[in-house]
């Protein structure tokens, strides 16, 4: 009876690791065709507008050739996942720690919404500050420790190499 | 005597000091788990721009093997490869640490990686000329093929399915359309936008691709601490006999395969290690801590990364992501690789050439005594190093061009970089299709602008689809593919 549950439930795993692996070959595929059409249409775009410019034609017609080529490529392609199961394995082992860079990506994207804001100063402490704690999981005053001195060592590096960082609400260095 | 004109510029305070850096930065970046030499070269650039053109470029060349030695010090020690080339040298070189040889190990690593680059550097300085003056003779017709050979020859060897290879190369070459085309004047993929009309900088995208992309790829994976005393360096007479064996082989192997575009470091490691295995009497020995097994890597590694500068310097095509921010470096400055490199811009190439050499000679002495420092940097908890290599990847973007835009860049491909590779898409097509995709495209609507015909013409045009067609037949064949990429 016991063996039977650990294979139903073996069974089960494999068919949702199945369904992600399928998910996730869907998203690829639906974004290849989606820049495929983009490229066609706005290589027609190029081919029809009305200009004076010379070689419009082959500018427009290189992007819907590549478009066209990637179109094909990817329906071939899915074909050939559809009937093959390969990645199975992979994307149920991957699946568990899949939240982490998404989480940092996030963060990341945040930070750089800040960067010209609050500048770079603020919103780099602001950042490792929330990433230390949210990924290290470290105690305040370590953070604390970390951050600033990076936050402020650092802009003073870049300034020091005539980097021109964004200075937002903090005209420092 | 060009070479000792460039000998002699390296050697100068101001020079040896470029290389010096490049040497240290290169290693200090190397050894950080998850960053490959692709990723270093990449995060580094713009903090090197404002260096002198010859002073950018040795610094650029001289991180690229200062990253790949940096790689392979904390394979051995603390099986944490910075990269998949040193993913075999981690097989044998962490079984010695394991076994109380870390030592011998690591100067067996770093003796083939001398070996190796100085055997390369001799090879550029002789063969590097005679590819330019071939390429003199090229035209479109004979620049499109080369631009199709190279596309096919890194698709085929870049992933575990050609065609996904294939679909990458061609959405790199859709993304290195967006912007001004440059024969018509007109923009494309723009949707109206302006900031789009400036097109993607190669710069933004390489570290996007290759250092933000593998910070999120590393979250997952945690570094080990050392325990391991370092002890005794000098490998014994037997093991240093069969080491400087198989560097030779090596060398041999690599310095051939090197030439071809999509040949990165990392598969001349793995066919070399895989030669040097078939070959043995005691194949069991590989893995469980075989000498042979590091010095074949590590001479694959630097004798596949120095006669990879052959084509890039004399055809001014880029075999691999490094090779094409090294032309990013070139182009930056209004030089560009290709024929007449050698003589336009002679005391600049000599002088980069020389510099392997010097470079060389400085990383040998660098990294033994520095053994320690290294290993203590590679392990520093990833939470910590993460954010810091994040920031410096963002301010190497905004600096490129000193705009926010550049910054979305290179975020937007750091998530791409990051969802290839948990999907299983190759990386180096991209970047690749996004260096070649525009020579391609100038060519073809040359070519078509006189006549298609034009090609019937061209027998060189069609030696190259040949030998792209025999590639991708023998990569079928040997079955060399996987997770190869740099």
Redesign the interface.
């Known amino acids: 009876m016991q063996e039977r549950v650990t294979k139903l439930s073996a069974v089960e795993n494999s068919q949702s690791a199945y369904s992600a692996t399928f998910l996730?070959s869907f998203v690829?595929m639906a974004l290849?065709l989606l820049?495929g059409f983009?490229?066609i249409s706005?290589?027609l775009r190029?081919i029809l507008?009305k200009?004076d410019?010379?070689?419009?034609a082959?500018?427009?017609g290189?992007?819907v050739f590549?478009?066209a080529?990637?179109i094909a490529?990817?329906i071939?392609?899915s074909i050939?996942e559809m009937r093959s199961e390969r990645?199975t394995i992979?994307a149920s082992e991957?699946d568990n720690?899949?939240w982490?860079?998404i989480i940092?990506?996030a963060m990341?994207?945040i930070?750089?919404a800040l960067?010209?804001p609050l500048g770079?100063t603020l919103a780099?402490a602001l950042?490792?500050t929330v990433?230390?704690r949210v990924?290290?999981?470290?105690g305040v005053l370590t953070i604390v420790a970390?951050s600033l001195p990076?936050a402020f060592g650092?802009s003073w590096l870049?300034a020091a190499?005539?980097?021109?960082?964004?200075q937002g609400i903090m005209s420092w260095p | 005597m060009d070479f000792l004109n460039g000998l002699m510029t390296v050697l100068t305070p101001e020079y040896l000091a470029y290389s010096f850096i490049g040497c240290l930065l290169g290693t200090l970046v190397g050894v950080l788990p998850g960053v490959g030499a692709a990723s270093a070269v990449a995060i580094l650039f713009p903090f090197v721009t404002f260096l002198p053109p010859a002073g950018m470029i040795i610094t650029m060349a001289a991180i690229y093997y200062g990253a790949q030695y940096g790689g392979s010090t904390t394979a051995i020690l603390v099986n944490v490869p910075g990269e998949v080339s040193s993913m075999v040298t981690a097989m044998d070189g962490y079984e010695m640490t394991k076994q109380g040889k870390p030592g011998p190990a690591l100067a067996m690593a770093a003796i083939a990686s001398f070996l190796a680059g100085i055997v390369g550097a001799i090879m550029v300085v002789l063969v590097g000329p005679s590819v330019a003056r071939l390429a003199l003779l090229f035209g479109p017709a004979e620049y499109l093929g080369l631009g199709l050979f190279s596309l096919t020859a890194i698709a085929a060897l870049a992933g575990s399915s050609l065609l996904r290879a294939v679909l990458v190369t061609l959405f790199g070459m859709i993304m290195a359309s967006v912007g001004f085309d440059d024969s018509s004047g007109l923009p494309r993929l723009t949707f109206g936008t302006t900031s789009l009309l400036q097109g993607f900088d190669l710069v933004p995208v390489m570290i996007g691709l290759f250092g933000i992309g593998e910070v999120l790829a590393s979250l997952r994976e945690q570094s080990s601490p050392i325990t391991t005393k370092i002890g005794k360096l000098m490998p014994s007479r037997n093991e240093m006999r069969a080491g400087l064996g198989a560097t030779g082989r090596a060398t041999g192997i690599c310095l051939i395969l090197g030439l071809l575009p999509g040949m990165m470091p990392s598969i001349g490691s793995f066919i070399s290690y895989s030669i040097e295995r078939y070959r043995s009497l005691t194949p069991q020995r590989f893995g469980k801590g075989a000498i042979e097994g590091v010095a074949s890597a590590e001479a694959a590694n630097n004798a596949t990364a120095m006669a990879n500068l052959i084509p890039l310097l004399g055809l001014g095509i880029p075999t691999g992501p490094t090779m094409a921010l090294m032309l990013a470096a070139f182009t930056m400055y209004g030089i560009v690789p290709g024929p007449l490199l050698f003589t336009q811009q002679a005391p600049l190439v000599w002088a980069l050439i020389a510099s392997f050499f010097v470079g060389n000679v400085i990383l040998l002495i660098l990294n033994l005594p520095l053994v320690g420092l290294w290993v203590r940097l590679a392990t520093i908890p990833y939470p910590i190093l993460a954010p810091i290599i994040l920031i410096i990847c963002l301010v190497g973007a905004y600096s490129t061009r000193n705009t926010m835009f550049d910054v979305w860049t290179c975020a937007l491909f750091g998530m791409l970089g990051w969802l290839m590779r948990v999907r299983g898409w190759p990386l180096a097509p991209l970047v690749l299709a996004f260096v070649l995709g525009p020579m391609i495209e100038r060519a073809a609507r040359q070519v078509l602008a006189v006549s298609p015909e034009l090609l019937l013409h061209r027998p060189a045009f069609w030696f190259f689809i040949v030998l792209g067609g025999l590639i991708v037949w023998l990569s079928y064949r040997f079955t060399i593919r996987g997770e190869l990429t740099d």
């Open positions: 996730a690829d290849l820049i983009i490229g706005d290589g190029v507008t200009t410019a010379v070689g419009s082959s500018a427009g290189w992007i590549l478009g080529l990637l490529g990817t071939k392609l050939k990645d992979a991957s720690e899949f982490l860079p940092a990506l990341l994207l930070y750089i960067i010209e770079y780099t950042f490792m990433y230390l990924f290290g999981k470290y970390i990076f650092s870049w190499l005539d980097m021109m960082l964004p």
